[in-house]
């Protein structure tokens, strides 16, 4: 159940697009800012700057993320992305509210990027931004994307058939000359250091990392919208967005906590290898919140560990359900074909598999990673309805569908 982030891949939910010439609100033309020489698509750049003023009216905090933290001036924000790659160092973005002056990067600023916000124009790395973008209803500034194979938005991809958003990796490798001539106010990563990023860099495209896929827990992860929101200036948006999800999340679990634990087989075989979750990792959260445990319940880290079936065989036959991320699979006869030895678990035997692959894209994308990373109370509602059928009557799928007889 862990994401794959290949560029391009699943987790390349990348978005390109074409520049377009952005309208101010009620859509004029925006004048350029003296104070900096730009402007915001709704008319949030400021034309009398006071060094008294705070310009943040509304504040987000972080409550579930811990991989970037976020703090303010009287005019900007600092957001520090503790591990923008697996292994890489912090990195420190000044965004600054457009019309206002930059702060001098000394001292703990020192090194850091300048991004005048809000921007207006994005290119996106990953699919997994896509809801983000969606959510707070700024889906005009998507203007790139890496490849459109594997997003599953229809809004989204509309887009990119209008011409409105391009795509700048199509053949898994960023074209420079694309995504420089663009000028995009910002490239979102994919949360993995891409060789194209350095002469990005050093051509004046601001990079700004995303690496969500590195937080432990769902609700981390869905939290960095407010990521999202510090750079599109829709903080409010966020707050009301990310408190809702929150909210339902919570109240979903703690009607699961008040049930006995159903045993669960999380995963597959890929490659010969059974990935099980850790118990630091986001999808033993997710099984845990939903009423749920399994064999490994307590193997410490937040990755996971690799097994082989007759391993999982052996300690796991008897769960009572099984949750699974396989794209192809439909139905039992498509389980057992991929491999004769799982018709031997007693959730194949009752009929309780389960698979996240009930909502596709056209070009082979799961909106279980798309989707999914921002909405977990809709993964845990699908949880809950598998594991405690009689807490959630009438339940709706999302991403989870049972495999066919």
Not at 218 to 244: D, P, S, Y
Not at 354 to 381: C, F, H, Q
Request: glycine share 10%; with cysteine; proline share 6%.
């Amino acid at each position: 159940m862990g994401i794959p982030r290949p560029l391009g891949g699943a987790l390349l939910a990348v978005l390109p697009a074409i520049l377009l010439t952005t309208a101010a609100c009620g859509g004029t033309e925006p004048s350029a800012s003296p104070a900096t020489g730009a402007a915001t698509a709704d008319g949030r750049c400021v034309t009398s700057y006071d060094a008294n003023t705070d310009y943040f009216p509304v504040k987000q905090t972080l409550k579930h993320a811990t991989n970037f933290t976020l703090t303010y001036a009287k005019n900007y924000q600092v957001v520090t992305v503790k591990q923008p790659a697996p292994n890489a160092k912090p990195e420190t973005y000044v965004l600054v509210r457009c019309g206002t002056p930059a702060p001098q990067l000394t001292g703990e600023l020192a090194g850091a990027v300048t991004i005048e916000t809000p921007i207006e124009s994005l290119y996106s790395a990953s699919t997994t931004h896509l809801p983000f973008i969606t959510e707070l209803g700024v889906l005009d500034r998507l203007k790139g994307v890496a490849s459109a194979g594997y997003i599953t938005s229809p809004e989204v991809l509309e887009r990119v058939k209008s011409g409105a958003v391009t795509e700048y990796a199509s053949g898994q490798e960023i074209d420079t000359e694309k995504v420089i001539g663009a000028k995009p106010d910002v490239l979102m990563t994919q949360g993995t250091e891409d060789k194209a990023y350095g002469p990005l860099r050093q051509a004046g495209i601001k990079v700004v990392a995303n690496a969500e896929w590195l937080e432990s827990t769902a609700l981390g992860r869905a939290e960095w919208i407010k990521l999202m929101a510090a750079l599109t200036g829709t903080e409010a948006k966020a707050n009301e967005v990310f408190g809702k999800i929150e909210s339902d999340y919570t109240a979903l679990a703690a009607k699961a906590k008040a049930t006995t634990p159903v045993t669960v087989l999380p995963g597959q075989m890929y490659q010969g290898q059974w990935s099980m979750p850790n118990v630091g990792s986001y999808v033993a959260g997710l099984i845990k919140d939903a009423g749920g445990t399994y064999a490994w319940a307590d193997t410490p880290g937040s990755g996971s560990t690799t097994l082989d079936l007759e391993t999982v065989l052996a300690k796991a036959k008897d769960a009572k359900a099984w949750l699974a991320q396989v794209n192809e699979w439909k139905s039992l006869a498509d389980v057992e074909k991929s491999d004769a030895r799982y018709a031997k678990f007693s959730a194949f035997e009752t009929g309780e598999v389960w698979s996240a692959n009930k909502t596709m894209g056209p070009g082979g994308g799961n909106d279980y990673w798309e989707r999914g990373v921002a909405r977990p109370d809709l993964i845990l509602g699908d949880l809950v309805a598998i594991l405690h059928p009689d807490l959630a009557p009438g339940h709706e799928f999302t991403f989870y569908q049972k495999m066919t007889s």
